[in-house]
């Protein structure tokens, strides 16, 4: 038997992982239908007269650019920083938490199948006076990000840089950075919207010293 016959049966199962597995990565934009208008009604503290209003929806796509079936993927929020004039900073408060595949409440998807894609929610934003209603300490002349499916907490205008890790049961994390600048500006008309209310993008790894995009 030749070295390299040897070679294959000692090793085939390790060769083979290695050429055929799932590859995941990441991007957004700010266009549709990454970002996603939609309609919402909100009861707040006047359950006589609830509030009808816009908000945006952030979703990350996830795509499997390998050869084999990505199973149990998950989308990890793992760090946030909020640009200071100067630096980035670590986001105060923050707390590291799985992201929902969009129109599900579930952390894990099944699979993700070769050359297959899923949406995941990244955040929302929502009009000025929505804001209001969730908190009332919040501006009602600026525009608020919730990282959170309830909207329990708002972040103000500024630049944001979110680390997100993607892994499934048969593929290491890949890491992915989200360089988000939130104006602060609403705009009735959709296209405005996404033309001025924000700016997302996705990097790969995450350096907190890198300056804003």
């Given at each position: 038997?030749?070295?390299?016959?040897?070679?294959?049966?000692?090793?085939?199962?390790?060769?083979?992982?290695?050429?055929?597995?799932?590859?995941?990565?990441?991007?957004?934009?700010?266009?549709?239908?990454?970002?996603?208008?939609?309609?919402?009604?909100?009861?707040?503290?006047?359950?006589?007269?609830?509030?009808?209003?816009?908000?945006?929806?952030?979703?990350?796509?996830?795509?499997?650019?390998?050869?084999?079936?990505?199973?149990?993927?998950?989308?990890?929020?793992?760090?946030?920083?909020?640009?200071?004039?100067?630096?980035?900073?670590?986001?105060?408060?923050?707390?590291?938490?799985?992201?929902?595949?969009?129109?599900?409440?579930?952390?894990?998807?099944?699979?993700?199948?070769?050359?297959?894609?899923?949406?995941?929610?990244?955040?929302?934003?929502?009009?000025?006076?929505?804001?209001?209603?969730?908190?009332?300490?919040?501006?009602?002349?600026?525009?608020?990000?919730?990282?959170?499916?309830?909207?329990?907490?708002?972040?103000?205008?500024?630049?944001?840089?979110?680390?997100?890790?993607?892994?499934?049961?048969?593929?290491?994390?890949?890491?992915?950075c989200i360089h988000l600048h939130l104006t602060g500006?609403?705009?009735?008309?959709?296209t405005e919207m996404l033309a001025h209310g924000f700016?997302?993008?996705?990097?790969?790894?995450?350096?907190?010293?890198?300056?804003?995009?």
């Amino acid at each position: 038997m030749t070295f390299a016959a040897v070679f294959v049966a000692l090793f085939k199962e390790w060769l083979i992982r290695l050429w055929r597995r799932p590859k995941l990565t990441a991007s957004i934009e700010a266009k549709y239908p990454d970002c996603i208008r939609t309609a919402v009604q909100w009861r707040g503290r006047d359950k006589e007269k609830p509030w009808k209003g816009w908000k945006y929806w952030l979703r990350v796509w996830v795509k499997n650019e390998g050869n084999v079936r990505a199973e149990k993927v998950e989308v990890f929020l793992s760090r946030a920083w909020v640009w200071n004039d100067r630096s980035f900073e670590p986001l105060p408060n923050f707390t590291p938490m799985n992201l929902l595949w969009s129109y599900t409440d579930d952390a894990y998807v099944d699979g993700i199948s070769p050359d297959m894609r899923r949406l995941c929610d990244l955040g929302s934003i929502a009009e000025p006076a929505y804001s209001d209603l969730a908190n009332p300490s919040l501006s009602l002349s600026e525009t608020h990000l919730s990282l959170r499916q309830k909207n329990t907490d708002w972040l103000p205008p500024g630049r944001y840089k979110f680390e997100i890790k993607i892994a499934g049961s048969n593929c290491e994390p890949v890491t992915s950075c989200i360089h988000l600048h939130l104006t602060g500006r609403w705009h009735e008309e959709p296209t405005e919207m996404l033309a001025h209310g924000f700016t997302v993008a996705v990097s790969s790894g995450c350096d907190s010293a890198s300056p804003p995009v």
